[in-house]
T-cell receptor
């Protein structure tokens, strides 16, 4: 079955530690996204990547880092510089980027990872 | 820049009653509009989307939405809700040339038996 997987589902971290969240897709999508979700805040974009080896900061990139070495994978690292990392993290992908065109592609979401800092 | 407002944080309806969830957007041209649903602790699932053409859009699970340019709205409707519709619903707009979608803050739907 095609889809997006995120692991782990639950993650606990001590303050001062970096942690990496996994996101893998087998939909052959070019674009991938990371969102953070907090109660009452909706989804806020952290980073996105339109092609391999390229990514852009979203609205709340501070304290996070990403890589896009493979089309299928877009891991997110939550660094110790992120002041309030406890949240629900969602990864998404969409089929393709069309240069100069407005974003119209449906985004498909993974099941999410809940990160708790102890 | 585009923006999305969902005026209702919580909505409660009885099972079998009709439903309308409100969504207002701000954008200078015709936006691309989406409704997603999220069950607790899960990812988001697309219900429907509007790009152009017929302003009444049919989606999955019996939902529909109507694009009204004059009101800058894209309200989601369902004629008869089921207990399984209890979830959080997000309206989203994609309009810029930077491949980003802007999400509203969501409306949580509660169903009374």
């Amino acid at each position: 079955d095609g889809g997006i997987t995120q692991s782990p589902k639950y993650l606990f971290r001590k303050e001062g530690q970096n942690v990496t969240l996994s996101c893998e897709q087998n939909l052959n999508h070019d674009a991938m996204y990371w969102y953070r979700q907090d109660p009452g805040q909706g989804l806020r974009l952290i980073y996105y990547s339109q092609i391999v080896n390229d990514f852009q900061k979203g609205d709340i990139a501070e304290g996070y880092s990403v890589s896009r070495e493979k089309k299928e994978s877009f891991p997110l690292t939550v660094t110790s510089a992120q002041k309030n990392p406890t949240a629900f993290y969602l990864c998404a992908s969409s089929i393709a980027r069309r240069t100069g065109a407005p974003h119209t592609d449906t985004q498909y979401f993974g099941p999410g990872t809940r990160l708790t800092v102890l | 820049a585009q923006s999305v407002t969902q005026p209702d944080i919580h909505i409660t309806v009885s099972e079998g009653a009709s439903l309308e969830l409100r969504c207002n957007y701000s954008y200078g041209a015709t936006p691309y509009l989406f409704w997603y649903v999220q069950s607790p602790g899960q990812g988001l699932q697309l219900l429907l989307k509007y790009f152009s053409g017929d302003t009444l859009v049919q989606g999955i699970k019996g939902f529909e939405a109507e694009f009204k340019r004059s009101q800058s709205s894209f309200n989601l409707r369902k004629p008869s809700v089921h207990w399984s519709d209890a979830a959080e619903y997000f309206c989203a707009v994609g309009a810029g040339r930077d491949d980003k979608i802007i999400f509203g803050k969501g409306t949580r739907l509660h169903i009374l038996p």
